[in-house]
């Protein structure tokens, strides 16, 4: 069971980035998976989810209507697609898999099982 993030990188103030999470060794079916950041010095936070059951989605306050969530179940890859970044944006990205997903506590890291090695998104001003 594996979860691989890429697409992370470099951007400027404004600009987008399209973040992938690969997963092998599970199926995406009762699972919710989630895209988390982490900046230095400060917790893990969640930015946004989707349920694999009802492909249901959850934004932080800081991202909605910049950054979108999605799955491709034929590929087992989630994406979140990331506009008008600022700077506040960056961070280690990390996909996590919440599995036996109960339909609440999205955003707390604690609930899950699994989580990829991250990816860097660096967004300058």
């Known amino acids: 069971v594996q979860l691989v993030e890429s697409g992370g990188g470099l951007v400027q103030a404004g600009g987008s980035l399209r973040l992938s999470c690969a997963a092998s060794?599970?199926?995406?079916?009762?699972?919710?998976i989630g895209w988390f950041r982490q900046a230095p010095g400060r917790e893990r936070e969640g930015v946004s989810c989707?349920?694999?059951?009802?492909?249901?989605?959850y934004y932080a306050d800081s991202v909605k209507g910049r950054f979108t969530i999605s799955s491709d179940n034929t590929k087992n890859t989630v994406y979140l697609i990331m506009t008008n970044l600022k700077p506040e944006d960056t961070a280690v990205y990390y996909c996590?898999?919440?599995?036996?997903?109960?339909?609440?506590?999205?955003?707390?890291?604690?609930?899950?099982?699994?989580w990829g090695q991250g990816t860097q998104v660096t967004v300058s001003s």
């Open positions: 989707i349920v694999s059951s009802d492909g249901k989605t």
């Open positions: 996590g898999v919440y599995m036996y997903y109960t339909g609440s506590s999205h955003f707390d890291p604690l609930e899950y099982d699994l």
């Open positions: 060794g599970f199926t995406f079916d009762d699972y919710a």
